[in-house]
């Protein structure tokens, strides 16, 4: 088993009637809450955790993608790995990912990776994202157009890295008359790719004809179990299984000595997480088009609920966090694994407003008690996948 | 052709099919008389309103749903709403409708206005229901697509009362999705403007009427009064007690308002 140490990089000081008055933090929550002499002190932290975790023999650590929003301060996610690439030395740097499609000049991405792959000495692993519903609100992006201008996005990033003359680059959403990239990659033919899925039929088809890794969002395990199935149904079409390390679960994860103490000292950071940093409505997940037809009829009748109704002893019920002793932590991943047949595990462990201290106990507990009988067991063998449907 | 009887009864006006370049769209028509061709906006495709049937008693009425909503087809040739304007001008084809007077509510106003732009021999009357499509910075037009939907009916409707119920069903859902990602298509950016039509609205040479409701929380009257002032000619009047969904909040004053104008265009 794979792990990843990912980051959000929340801003946690909301004002305490936050959620009286807000309803999202994300696009209209006033940027006159962010206090700059905090902010300083908080990427430095937050940038420190995630060099900790490449010494604690995490197998990556990962940053992404978000606008306008106090959920997560990273705009920029080639910003943070740039400031790690020359700090950390072995685990694999994500950039889990770009917002590719709400990019206007796909090709800068491109040439960011390729720069990062450089200063990682090809440690780089590139993932892709649409971009989430409200950032097509931030950037005046029109989200009937989101799919095409992904996939297209995708494909003349991939053209630019693997092409070793200069090109005419020419689709519904992009012209570029002369591309050719300066630097090329390190890794050949180019960084892996990673590209989470939040249960769209369409991206699980399509990762599954690029072979790249499928990784899920927060979820309920039931619904996780949809997506991954879909994952794997979609490669056997394709004939092929994909490699259990190319399915890849997220989740929030806190150790502590006991069972008692980490849900004690888990429980409000988790209902930060789930009842402010990811609150927002429909109206700001889903614009129109973001989701076709078929995509979003599953969503609606998944039945699943909002984060805002549910609660912390929800949230572990459904599996969408993970809490407790070494013990009883390493004996739900291994039953996750065996439900979920992945091989691989995003980690968020600086849950919403968690303080460092914490964080950093719950990073060491999970490496030196929990990962290593991962480590030494076999990678899970896997259920065949389920036919395809006809 | 459909019979008196038929245009006065909303239940009784079933959609029909017209096949287009990409696919086909669905449309109501019924009545006898000269043709007036209705555009909708965001709310309201599909549906034979009250409006319609009251246009109906003088008029042949024939309301298409634009691509991708209602009935219609999604037609993803048709981008925007350069596209849309000789979409209509195949429509009107091929429905051989002769100088029909063209009536159309918010975003119809616009695509009735680009209409009127492009081809202003083609049409008898152009009546604009508090139309969307001036980009006017000073006086923003409300972010439709950033409200939930009971928000949306508040802001329609000056009394939300008069708004439809809200059945929250898979379907129902769904459909609403649909007719809101048609709209997005046309109007998300630039949002709800043609930076460009301002400069074109001399253009038009049909008799114009402006209908602006007086509570409108959509779309402020600057943009009613710059499309009256643009349009050589054009008049502009006040329907009180209403809000943006103007044939659908005050149905008799709205179509009354309109018989009386093309009553006098002639």
New interface residues.
């Given amino acids: 088993m794979k792990f990843t140490y990912f980051h959000l990089m929340p801003y946690p000081y909301l004002p305490p009637d936050f959620e009286e008055r807000f309803s999202s933090p994300s696009l209209t929550f006033p940027n006159g809450y962010f206090d700059p002499a905090l902010g300083v002190e908080l990427y430095h932290r937050y940038l420190d955790e995630l060099e900790y975790a490449d010494q604690l023999g995490f197998d990556g650590i990962a940053v992404n993608e978000h606008h306008q929003t106090a959920y997560g301060l990273m705009p920029s996610p080639n910003i943070m790995a740039a400031a790690l690439a020359r700090r950390t030395s072995r685990a694999k740097l994500m950039v889990l990912g770009n917002a590719i499609a709400i990019r206007e000049d796909p090709l800068r991405v491109a040439e960011e990776i390729a720069m990062l792959d450089h200063l990682s000495r090809g440690r780089v692993v590139s993932g892709f994202v649409r971009g989430i519903g409200w950032e097509?609100?931030a950037h005046?992006?029109?989200?009937?157009r989101s799919r095409a201008r992904f996939e297209e996005a995708h494909d003349l990033i991939i053209k630019a890295w693997t092409t070793r003359e200069p090109f005419q680059w020419i689709s519904p959403n992009y012209e570029f008359r002369y591309v050719n990239v300066w630097p090329r990659p390190l890794q050949e033919p180019h960084p892996p790719i990673y590209i989470p899925g939040a249960g769209s039929s369409e991206t699980m088809r399509w990762v599954a004809e690029h072979r790249y890794s499928y990784m899920s969002v927060y979820a309920p395990v039931s619904v996780t179990k949809r997506w991954f199935d879909g994952y794997r149904n979609a490669a056997a079409e394709l004939g092929y299984e994909p490699d259990p390390e190319k399915i890849v679960m997220s989740v929030p994860l806190y150790v502590a000595e006991t069972d008692e103490l980490a849900h004690a000292e888990a429980r409000g950071h988790v209902e930060w997480l789930f009842h402010k940093g990811l609150k927002q409505?429909?109206?700001?997940i889903?614009?129109?088009?973001y989701?076709s037809?078929s995509s979003?009829?599953g969503t609606?009748?998944s039945g699943m609920r909002g984060y805002a109704a549910m609660s912390y002893d929800d949230l572990l019920r459904e599996g969408i966090v993970v809490a407790g002793s070494p013990d009883s932590v390493g004996e739900q991943l291994e039953r996750l694994r065996d439900e979920l047949g992945f091989g691989a595990m995003n980690l968020l462990m600086c849950i919403g407003d968690m303080p460092h201290e914490r964080v950093v106990k719950n990073m060491e507990l999970f490496a030196s008690q929990v990962m290593p009988a991962f480590r030494e067991s076999p990678p899970p063998a896997t259920e065949p996948a389920p036919a395809p449907q006809q | 052709m459909s019979t008196d009887s038929q245009a006065t009864d909303h239940h009784a006006v079933r959609p029909q099919r017209l096949a287009v370049s990409g696919g086909s769209i669905s449309y109501l028509s019924a009545g006898s008389g000269p043709p007036l061709l209705f555009l909708h906006g965001g709310a309201g495709a599909g549906v034979w309103h009250e409006a319609h049937a009251i246009w109906a008693r003088e008029h042949r009425v024939i309301a298409p749903d634009h691509p991708g909503f209602a009935g219609s087809d999604e037609l993803a040739e048709v981008e925007g709403v350069d596209d849309l304007v000789y979409h209509y001008l195949d429509v009107i084809e091929a429905l051989e409708l002769e100088r029909p007077a063209l009536v159309g509510a918010s975003f119809g106003g616009w695509v009735a206005a680009e209409l009127a732009v492009a081809a202003p021999d083609r049409f008898r009357a152009l009546v604009l229901l508090s139309p969307v499509g001036l980009r006017i910075p000073e006086h923003p037009i409300a972010d439709v697509f950033f409200m939930r939907p009971d928000q949306l009916a508040q802001a329609l409707f000056a009394d939300p009362a008069r708004a439809p119920a809200l059945t929250p069903d898979v379907d129902t859902v769904l459909a609403a999705y649909r007719d809101q990602t048609a709209l997005a298509r046309f109007t998300w950016s630039p949002f709800m403007s043609n930076p460009k039509l301002h400069r074109r609205l001399g253009r038009i040479a049909v008799p114009t009427l402006v209908l602006w409701p007086e509570q409108d929380r959509i779309v402020p009257r600057a943009h009613a009064e710059r499309y009256a002032q643009l349009i050589p000619g054009a008049g502009l009047e006040t329907i009180p007690d209403c809000g943006h969904a103007l044939h659908l909040e005050q149905p008799q004053a709205v179509a009354h308002a309109v018989g009386r104008f093309l009553r006098g265009a002639d």
Avoid: H, V
């Fill in positions: 097509y609100f005046s992006i029109n989200p009937t409505g429909p109206e700001i889903f614009p129109p088009g989701m037809a979003m009829r609606l009748m």
